[in-house]
């Protein structure tokens, strides 16, 4: 393993070390303990526990209980880091260290698992744990060396051949309270003890000398040095009151836990904002990479806390602190120094810290600089033709797509699908590589960028398979799984489906994480966009607020998360009607000042939020005086241009999102009485949007398409209600004519069928309006009214294994299999209705499954069109 970077890479460790203040320990363990802490991230990274477990369970060091302890982690490197931190608690007269040391010259491995050993054994024997006091000449400033003096000269031979140090007397005992300097700054882990002053010079952060009353800094690497901690240096990040105050008066312990939570995260970013004003200030040794410190590696190892960082990374460039920045330059550095020609240990290990840095960055939603991160690993994993940089280099490639799709740059997502396909196809032509990637993680990406652009049919396809393919270990690729599925499911209106992915997903995600942390707000924001969307009652009010309750206390600061929980409300109060008072105009404002915030002001992301707010004005409109009732619509009209403008540069002029842009528009157009820029008649311009929205919806989506028959039924009930009923017949008969039953009532489609009878009657044609309330009939009959709510209860039970959920949920190759089991000439008979929420519908054969599965064929998703995707 390669030490070129390790060598001159300095890391500032935690002042507390495992064990140390209950287990006595002499300064050999005290060394072996600090080998252990240099060296954490290689053995962190490298080490699999089950390789030397045994060997440490003959020896008496690791007992059962340990055992179990080491094999609660989650993921190899956090087993491995439980025995790290294990070992130091062991008492010196087991020896554990020699038994360590032991068990990695004879692991339990192949002959490449030795070699790769032995290359730890040989860190751990290199690491040079020099005596503080021997640090001290190597300090620049000259006050610091009137406070020691040599014991003896070294003797000649000494001299001549350069082994030995000049010994210097100890630092002066340092005492056994916290200390304060004049301005108040509170120094880092003092503690002493009445034993070797080394040890708490190893053990300490941070020091304060008797003698000068300067701060210092310890930094650690190969080499260890004591630095000034900068001049009235004061951390500028801290736990809000008020937030502390919330999470410790609540009574759900998920708020006790994240407050715990919430002080790690302090105390890891605290260490790497000493680091940094080190580094501005120039005060840290040559070759200092600031994304190699362990205090970078420490937050980049504990994903769990990726979120907690935002609020304070928020702070800290409100400062003019750029950590970010700092680090991504920092990483683009080490990358320019690394050999490309070969994967060496200590290129994974730097690639590996750019794609966890990636995945910070999506969390803290900083998209732009994870997008910048992964394009640099994916440059320089180009340049290396081995076979071991491919799946590091497809891996980013997916990562990319992500980061793509959530700061809504569809057309970059797309090149960046290509690239994944192309190297997924170089991996799996190789003999070995079938079983080497889980394509769920990509499958679900490719289905949020098709439905961002509007190809619905082809977004569930991928949806689907991504459920079939994706990682069963890797819950959080699950939630993000069944996500998305629920996104595809609600585009084609397959509403049964929907409704049992939302309640998984919500289930699984509280399981699984807990109700603080993005990915059960995640899920439980998919729920809220369902019952939205189709159930429209108080159970979606209520999650809305448990929604903002859990994004508000999770991230503690104004987040996209906690916009997205203020248009939920707000959506959830207009779908219900409750008008009798201003909440949910309340919510929408803050949802837009909120996002605008985070992310600018001509983002594409801001155009939901900009039709809510438009939508809520519009209901504003029909409530408020009549003095302000146009120029409230006239602002309504405003952040709808915007939003459409903002959709046109991002998915085109003729696109599903700027037709949905238009239909609003035109609907506030049809509500104003005078407009002071606009001199020809409101309802013609009014007509002209909503005609307009409709032709883009016949050339971007299929004929049935229920996008489609929504815009042609907004245009009809306009004709109607201008008493145009020639025009608004031939709009309702193309919405009657291709309505297709999903099973599930449509309040909007209902009132279609009723509106063109009425029409026909009106104008005297009797028999059109007989077989118009014939198909009403009929369609009534297939898509009963049985809107039954979604018991909130459902949410907070204990989800099945998600094997089982699969297979339960019926998904397109089971629908497959049985309609191509039926003889020729037979009709598939839907013999149950999944509507009850009910466990006992394993043998029910649902419409949703009834209509799609012809649309695959052997597998492979078809597009809108019928025609086979190419994989």
Known sequence: MTTSIRRNTFVLK??????SSSVPSTGMDRQNIMRLKVNRIALVQELRVEHITGLLMESGVV????????????TPQDKARILVDLLPTKSKDSDWYKH????????DGSADTRRRYRLLVEFLDNTVIHRPTSQVGRFRDSSYHKNFRPLSPLHDGDQENGKKLQRYQPLPSITHKTHRDDDGIKMYGLRASDGDIGADLEDGLSMLSVDSHRNMTLVKGFFHQWLPTPDNFRSLIEIDQNHQQRLMSSPN????????????????????????????????PSGFELCMCDAVQ??????????????????LEEADVMLVRDITASYETVLQMLDSSSMSEIVNQVIQTGLRFASLLIAVNKFDNADGVLVSTISFLKQNSELDSWLPRYHAYVKLMQARNLSCKPDKAQSTYFDAVQMQFQIQMMSFGQNLIQQGAMHAETSFMLLEYGSIVSALGWARRALMEVDPEDSAAIVRTLCVGVSAYC?????????????????????????????????LQHFCQFNN???????????????????????????????????AISKARMCMHMMDTDDYYRHAVEAVRIARACLGQRVPQLHVFLHTMASALQWKALHCPKEVHDSTLRWAEGEAKLAYSLVTETFGEISLKSAQMLLLLGQIYSKMNQHPEIKEDLLDVAARHLTQAV??????????????LLGMATLGTFYKIVMKPELAVPRFKYVVDHAESTGWYLKWMHMCFESLASLYSSMGQDKEADVVQVKLSHWLKANPVTNNPVDYSRLEKDPEPFANFVKKADLWGAALQRMMAVPSGKTLVKVGEDNDNDDNDEDVVDKDDEQNAAGYEGGSPVDDKGDKVPE
């Open 533 to 567: 969307e189709f159930k429209q009652d108080a159970v979606g009010l209520q999650a809305a607020n448990e929604l903002l309750d859990a994004a508000e206390k999770t991230y503690g600061c104004e987040s996209l998360q906690v916009a997205y929980a203020h248009r």
């Open 100 to 107: 360590f040391r032991d068990a990695l010259q004879n692991p």
């Open 14 to 19: 935690d002042p507390t070390l495992p064990g």
């Open 695 to 708: 032709d883009y919806l016949k050339l971007c989506q299929p004929a049935s398409s229920n996008y489609l």
């Open 491 to 523: 585009a084609q209106w397959l509403v049964s489906k929907a409704e049992m992915l939302a309640v998984y997903a919500v289930q699984f995600a509280r399981e699984k994480f807990g109700e603080r942390h993005p990915l059960y707000i995640e899920a």
């Open 63 to 74: 007992g059962p209980k340990d055992l179990k302890k080491i094999e609660s982690g989650r």
């Open 298 to 315: 420490d937050i980049l190892s504990q994903s769990e806390l990726f979120h907690l960082y935002m609020k304070h990374l928020h702070t």
């Open 253 to 284: 312990p998920e708020d006790q836990l994240l407050m715990a939570r919430e002080e790690i995260a302090l105390k890891n970013l605290r260490k790497l904002e000493v680091i940094s004003a080190l580094a501005r200030r120039k005060q840290l």
